[in-house]
């Protein structure tokens, strides 16, 4: 079986993925097929022995769509610097487009509908409907055919995709604009010998439904942007160029030449190039861009270098162990492509409806058409009425309006709270959610340490003194913990000492002479090195402190050991009102950490977490997740890390911390721009109003349509009732739209 991965062209809705999915799952010998409508990708898995490349790109094609493979073997970084360079270009385009639409649609509206207004609007007399009809059509009609034009694309997808059996919403809105374009065209025609069908006219109809999808089209295909822009930002971590160490000299070399084995030299304040073991030379290294994890990790000689993340104060020498796609940044990558070509694209119900809808409203406008034309005996342009009424009173305008404007004023809300929400897929499927998996690091906790305790050993000082003279230490360190405790101090208006002299001991902690007494901040490690001895229930105080997830520093000044600081990462104040309101809706809370049981245990406790998953590596989340969702759970990913990127794209739902890394952002759905968990309670809530809503709209979008449809077809003219004159035609499916629209708003009253 061989897995490839195709770039499908053309696809514009649901309608269109599931009709490429169709079509290639019927070839024999495929596995599975998938497409994803965000990145336009098809994955297959097929047969080698019964089907090729060139099937299955015929098999696409007849579908009405273009498909290009991925070629693995180029430069991923060039591939998506190619990808983006279209994408750009796309959008572009379709800007321009929607400004021509936008600047001819205008003028439009207000030449058809002006004179329709309480008060009369001005307008030259030329222009006049009464007095110079024909003018009047020929204008409309003039500023009509440029938004055709620039929304051609409707019709070219739209048309072909009705022909080769696939309709969607293209085809809806090609058919509706189209026939009200055409009609319009035949009554401008005939205006000269019947000047009153200058009031039978629908051109402002096909050219404002255009532009308004127009728009929809370019919001949506921005939004979907967003998705190569994570993967563009990930590959940035990793530096274009690395330093060589070759036989005790350096170069400056490109990473892509480099190979495994060689030697690698990490200077201070720059990016890892690879992933590697260290050889010689100590430092700190900054992994949370990774790993989550806010506290730096200290590296000497034997352990593992992750390529991507930041070295602090050291220079070491590091062997490469992993190049390509072999790399623990590019895993990330992957995972992260791998995800979003698994994530099938949620259905909208309009579309889905779209292959029934749009062939049925078309057979019943001929059936009626020929009916009356053969058994009622009437004239062409009875039977034109009524084919033509048929087509604008089922025109898709509510059914096309029915998601999105409930969406737009969802998110609106949404954004009104600090929560925003970047897709309309991401806002339906929160309503589903029962399962939300919390990051700990940065989410239920701040994501940067903090003094959490101090104990005072020698009776001859007190909390504050141990502060102060800790803190005036460690005023020349760089190191998160020391400045957590630089930064308590302050906080606390203590006056600080600088110290005469100082010397960083990496991994170890921090040597000073404060006022002539030499002064010793550090770990285990640092009482060992300088023969100190502890006392027992010292040691076992401190060991109790670390299984609690905070990190004991011990203070010693002229061979004493006066007391010990600990630091940890704390718990946010709203994380725990945030758990209990989603506990309130029924939904089931999980903690993800890469920490101890123990540790993970007690912070899991504290916030009040159903289910703590511990010990969990950076790679792993995503399948944590996956495996949640193949026990059938619903699931939204809330986190901020890269390390949580995988995760938050393979969930159902991925909600970021608006504090977290750009990574995280781009990858979640929703973005918590007040960092604030109780928000996410607000968007489980928002999703669930706005799916009631969607559903409203749908039933007075279809209740117009099944109650029109009947009386454009004749049926109460064929019992001595009125003919429904495509006018009034036009005015119950501009009502419906009304309808739909005035209860979208009513959403902005919700308190959430």
Known sequence: MKSEVYNVDGMTCAA?????????????????????????KLTIVYDESQVTPDMIINKVSRAGFEATPVQ????????????????EEQFHVMRNRLIVAICFAVPLLYISMGHMLPFELPLPGFLHMDAHPLNYAIAQLILTIPVLIAGRKFYLVGIRALFKGNPNMDSLVAIGTGSAFIYSLCMTVTIPSSPMNAHHLYYESAAVVVTLVMLGKYMESRSKGKTSEAIRKLMELAPDTAILYENGSEREIETALVRTGQHLLIKPGSRIPLDGTVVSGTSSVDESMLTGESIPVEKQSGDTLIGGSMNYNGAMEMEVTHIGGDTTLSKIIKMIEDAQGNKAPISKLADQVAGYFVPAVMAIAIVAALLWLVFGGKELSFVLTIFVSVLVIACPCALGLATPTAIMVGTGLGASHGVLIKSGEALETAHKVDTVVFDKTGTITEGKPKVTDIVVIDKDETEDSLLQLAAGCEQMSEHPLGQAIVVRAREQGLALTMPEQFESITGAGIIATVNGVETAVGNSRLVKQMNISIDEAVRNQAHEMANQGKTPMYLISAGVLKGIICVADTIKQTSIEAVDQLKSLGVTVYMLTGDNQKTADYIGKQAHI??????????????VVAKLQAEGKTVMMVGDGINDAPALVQADVGTAIGSGSDIALESGDIVLMKSDLRDVYKAVKLSRLTIRNIKQNLFWAFFYNTLGIPVAAGVLYLFGGPLLDPMFAGFAMSLSSVCVVSNALRLKTMKL
């Open 16 to 40: 269109c993925s599931s009709a490429v999915e169709r079509v290639t799952r019927k070839l024999p010998g495929v596995e599975t097929s998938n497409v994803n409508l965000t990145t336009n």
């Open 72 to 87: 693995e073997d180029k430069d991923l970084k060039a591939q998506e610097e190619e990808a983006w360079e279209k994408q």
């Open 610 to 623: 159903d289910t703590v998953i511990a010990e969990v590596l950076p790679d792993d989340k995503a399948n």
